[in-house]
């Protein structure tokens, strides 16, 4: 699997992102710099954790503007994978690569520890993992609350673009989501960090089945 890493000023998960990526198997990853028009030709390209531009304004907000993200969302619309994690999800979101945004979290504190979540539905990012598996992530966010209209979760549901629920929601997104696909499948979502456990130092292993997932449908 070839992938290449976008990285914002204040990324800060890029390393981990392609640490799991090489303990899968896939090929030295390319860190490619926000404002890069053009990316390489790759199966994957992975937005990371951390606080781009100090989420000013709104998460993600100025990160989903950036020049590379053109090329992220033709990548999309020719059916390559995107993983958007953390911070990489909220750009999504405001990048209009997946519906509905991710505000503060209930409680108005950043949360930073362990959470547990369901696979929801089979596809490219969850084939190593069985329907209803319940897997812990570590979690480190303070706008993790993902909302949405009531039209656009009638449409999240009724298609299965729920691809992991949280059974202990930490942040109060609405229908306990923790990760949401695109129509097509190919763009995943994802609050918690499964590059973050990956290895036996970490809490546990369970991110490792995404990253293999991945590798297997590239």
Known sequence: MR???VVFPGSNRERDAARAIRLVGGAEPVFVWHTEVELPPVDLVMLPGGFAHGDYL???AIAARSPVMRAVADHAARGGFV???????QVLTEARLLPGVLMRNAGLTFICKQVSLRVERPGPFTERYTRRQVLTFPAAHHDGNYQADADTLRRLEGEGRIVF???????G???DIAGISSAKGNVLGLMPHPENAVEAIHCCTDGLGLFESICAAA
């Open 83 to 89: 993983l958007g994690v953390c911070n990489g999800f």
């Open 173 to 175: 997104s609405q229908n």
């Open 58 to 60: 709104r998460a993600g």
């Open 3 to 5: 992938s290449a890493i």
């Open 165 to 171: 629920r949280y059974t202990d929601n930490p942040n």
